[in-house]
Every structure is written in C-alpha cells, then in structure tokens.
C-alpha cells in the first residue's frame, strides 16, 4: 500500500524492494526515487545494506528513459 499511495503524487517513483538486486534494478531501469521496503520480510541489517544499494545505483537511461517518460509527471 505505501508504493501504491507514494505513486499517486506527481514526480515520485516508488519500488518495494526486498533484495538488493531488485533495489539496484528499481534505479537502473525505472529511475525510482522512492524505496519501499517491506519489513515484514527484510531484517535491519537487509535494509540498510537495499537502501545503501539503492541510493549508490545510478538510472542507466537509455531504452528505460522511453518507459520513463510515458509516466505522468
């Protein structure tokens, strides 16, 4: 539900992410700004080590950009 009501305000891009691959892909191909991390299944040390990868992975651009742009803004 938070990535769902995240995604509804203008210029966010919310991704859960349980794994670091998943969170590395969140920014490499969506260019997610917003990282929603399910506690339920993620211990604190997991989620430090996503939010670390998150934030130290950079949009590839690129043939996502064209997904990208198709999101309103």
């Not at 769902?4 to 490499?28: S, V």
């Amino acid at each position: 539900g938070v990535a769902i009501t995240a995604n509804k305000h203008q210029g966010i891009r919310a991704a859960i992410c349980w794994n670091t691959e998943i969170a590395q892909l969140a920014r490499l191909h969506n260019n997610a700004n917003v990282i929603c991390v399910p506690c339920r299944f993620v211990t604190l040390a997991s989620a430090i080590e996503l939010i670390d990868s998150f934030l130290n992975t950079a949009f590839e651009g690129g043939r996502h950009q064209l997904r990208v742009n198709k999101i309103p803004c």
